[in-house]
């Protein structure tokens, strides 16, 4: 079966400091792979998703890079972060040939001071 | 923005009540997609439905989806206090091409043992 791991649970980061948040997909060959934010009580934002090693599209501008170094592996990355920054990071995998569904990992809770 | 709107924001009900919550979306889709998400968790996918079906059944879960209106519900039946959690809706627009979804903004619903 199928497992996304996504570390760490917790994190809190000085504003200014770098970011990289690690994801990982078990189980699979060639996922498309998703970062997304989520503010507090609101819905989710996609920023990053990955149809193949080396491949990454932005759907939003902003203070992170997103890599794809191998296959089923997935990282979120800061040079300098805001405050704004702040939020719920969710990695998610899905087969990539149409019509199906999205799986999550337990997502990463980002507080900037 | 592609992203859907779910309705109610938030909905609270008895146990062995019904519980619907509607989606509204703006482009056309290939598909449309309903997901749980636990306080503080990663989102689980309930239920897809294809944009040529006009209604989809998993055990207590119900969900129609009428393209005209650019509109889905999902209905829990018979809720139980298990079910207290946020749904949101999820779209695969037709202009998709990387298997993308956006995601609504969610209603929170709280079952009362």
């Known amino acids: 079966s199928q497992t996304i791991h996504q570390w760490p649970a917790t994190l809190v980061q000085p504003v200014g400091s770098p970011l990289s948040l690690e994801c990982t997909v078990e189980g699979t060959s060639n996922p498309n792979l998703y970062w997304y934010r989520q503010a507090a009580g609101r819905g989710l934002q996609l920023l990053f998703y990955?149809?193949?090693?080396?491949?990454i599209s932005s759907e939003v501008p902003q203070n992170l890079s997103a890599s794809r170094p191998q296959d089923r592996q997935f990282i979120l990355s800061s040079k300098k972060l805001l405050l704004s920054d702040s939020g719920f990071y969710l990695c998610?995998?899905?087969?990539?040939?149409?019509?199906?569904?999205?799986?999550f990992g337990d997502g990463t809770r980002l507080s900037i001071l | 923005s592609q992203q859907g709107e779910e309705d109610p924001q938030a909905l609270s009900i008895q146990e062995g009540e019904n519980a619907t919550m509607n989606c509204s979306y703006k482009t056309s889709i290939n598909n449309l997609q309903w997901y749980r998400q636990n306080s503080g968790r990663g989102l689980v996918h309930l239920i897809l439905?294809?944009?040529?079906?006009r209604e989809k059944h998993s055990g207590r879960l119900r969900v129609t989806l009428d393209t005209s209106k650019k509109s889905s519900s999902l209905l829990i039946t018979a809720s139980r206090a298990a079910d207290t959690a946020s749904y949101f809706c999820?779209?695969?627009?037709?202009?998709?091409?990387?298997?993308?979804?956006?995601f609504g903004t969610g209603t929170s619903l709280t079952v009362i043992p």
């Open positions: 999820a779209t695969d627009p037709l202009s998709n091409t990387g298997n993308q979804f956006y």
């Open positions: 990955s149809v193949g090693i080396g491949q």
């Open positions: 998610a995998w899905s087969r990539g040939n149409g019509n199906q569904p999205q799986h």
């Open positions: 439905i294809r944009s040529n079906e």
